[in-house]
Structures are given as structure tokens and as C-alpha cells.
């Protein structure tokens, strides 16, 4: 990995993140760790974990008893190793594996929670980019949402929870592969960048082995006259202060 490319992103409160390039993260990211609303005493598996900015931000909170980021590239495990590594966070472990391959890594069946961040292409769902690591990023190639759900139910315990955020055309189908795997869809959140245009994220919670009923959260706001919304503000808080 070319040491040049390597950034080090401030999250607030003494954290940070190793970024590159190809391994940095977006709105999203930071929207999904907000809404799975981690505890202290979860168990945290963050699928595709990427630099580990989930994990990370949770961690910074003072949330999760213990935190595993799986990331099949290398490249992403190393940066994300290098800042657990450099905070001390001996309860946060990274592991370089496709996430199909976790039995025997992984213990199964005993985690309070999983997040993902899925790419949001199906594997016929445009052209390709022709940079293969960001080819993995945005399609399905190296696992599909049917892959990423299973191996999250076989991951949670029973009322375990799994967060995600993906594409509201996709919607539908998330729900009906989270039923398939025993997830019960529960909570669910709109994004829009601001009021009056059609949302373009969606966050989703599904909680294993659970009674149906769905909660249908407010639609969050990015923007609000030119601006960052209050709840924006809110959510980006420590992060944003990184800044100021």
C-alpha cells in the first residue's frame, strides 16, 4: 500500500480513521452507524467494514462491548487494523475474509448485532467500473444481498439485530430476503437530501426471529435552507467539531 495515499481522517474525541482513495467513507456510513443506535454491551459484527468507520464511530461513543470488521480486501483490513492498532482498541478485531467464509472465524449465533453497507448494485446493475476495487464497492461481485443477509442471521442471536442502508429501489427486495433468513423488518428510515425530492437512501433494521410490525421512523433531512439540517448537525456532531 502506498504510504502517500494514506490519510488520516479525524472522527472527534481523540479518534481517527486511516482512509485511501479507494477505502474511504461517505454520509451513509455515518447515517448507519447512527441509526443501528449501538449499546454498550452489544456485540458488534460490521460486515465489509471497509477502513472500520462503523465500528470506529461507535466505539468513539463509548458504545459496544466487543467490535469485529470483515473486509475481504486487504488493502481495507490493514487501514483499519493500523487505527485499532494506533487507538489501543483492544476490544475492536479486524479480519481480512469474504464474508462466506467466516465459519470457524467467526462464532456464530451470539452477536447482538451485525451493520452492513452493502454495495448498492446488483450484479447486472450497470456497467462495471473498470477499477476492480471499486467494481467490488458498488456491485455485487464478491457477495450478494442474499449472501450478506444469511450470513448475518447465522451471525445474531435470536433478537439480534441487523442494520443496513441501501437504495430505496431495492427496498422490496431487502425486505423479503431478511424474511427468508428469519428478520423480521422493524424499524425503517427515509434519507432525502432535502424536503420536496424522493429519498435517496434507506436505512432498515431487522431483528432475528421477531413478531411482525414494522416502525416507519420521520424521514431525515440532509439539507435545511442551503444548510445542514439540525438533526444533521446532531448526527454529525463529534465528527463535524473534528473540524471546527
Known amino acids: 500500500m502506498d504510504e502517500k495515499l494514506i490519510k488520516k481522517e479525524p472522527l472527534g474525541k481523540g479518534f481517527c480513521a486511516y482512509v485511501t482513495p479507494h477505502h474511504t467513507f461517505g454520509t451513509d456510513a455515518v447515517l448507519l452507524a447512527d441509526f443501528a443506535s449501538a449499546r454498550k454491551k452489544d456485540t458488534l459484527v460490521d460486515l465489509g467494514t ?68 452493502p454495495p448498492y448494485k446488483a450484479p447486472n446493475g450497470g456497467l462495471k ?11 455485487e461481485v464478491d457477495c450478494t444481498l442474499c449472501d450478506i443477509i444469511e450470513v448475518a442471521s447465522k451471525l445474531l442471536q435470536t433478537s439480534g439485530r441487523l442494520c443496513m442502508c441501501h437504495r430505496p429501489e431495492r427496498l422490496a427486495e431487502l425486505m423479503d430476503i431478511m424474511r427468508e433468513y428469519k428478520l423480521e423488518p422493524k424499524r425503517l428510515r427515509l434519507v432525502c437530501q432535502r424536503k420536496g425530492e ?5 436505512l432498515v433494521e431487522g431483528k432475528k426471529c421477531a413478531n411482525t410490525g414494522l416502525r416507519i421512523a420521520p424521514t431525515l433531512y440532509i439539507e435545511e435552507n442551503g444548510d445542514f439540517s439540525p438533526e444533521m448537525i446532531e448526527i454529525y456532531g463529534a465528527y463535524k467539531e473534528a473540524y471546527l
Request: proline share 5%; aromatic share 4%.
Open 50 to 117: 471497509g477502513c472500520g468507520i462503523i465500528p470506529l464511530l461507535m466505539l468513539r461513543d463509548g458504545n459496544l462491548k466487543t467490535a469485529f470488521g470483515v473486509d475481504i480486501s486487504p488493502e481495507a483490513a490493514a487501514l483499519a487494523e493500523r487505527t485499532s492498532r494506533e487507538l489501543e482498541l483492544q476490544n475492536f478485531t479486524v479480519l481480512n475474509s469474504d464474508l462466506k467464509e467466516l465459519k470457524g472465524k467467526l462464532e456464530f449465533g451470539c452477536h447482538t448485532l451485525v451493520t452492513c453497507n
Open 129 to 139: 467500473n473498470p477499477d476492480g476495487v471499486k467494481a467490488t464497492a458498488r456491485h
Open 198 to 202: 424522493e429519498p435517496w437512501l434507506v
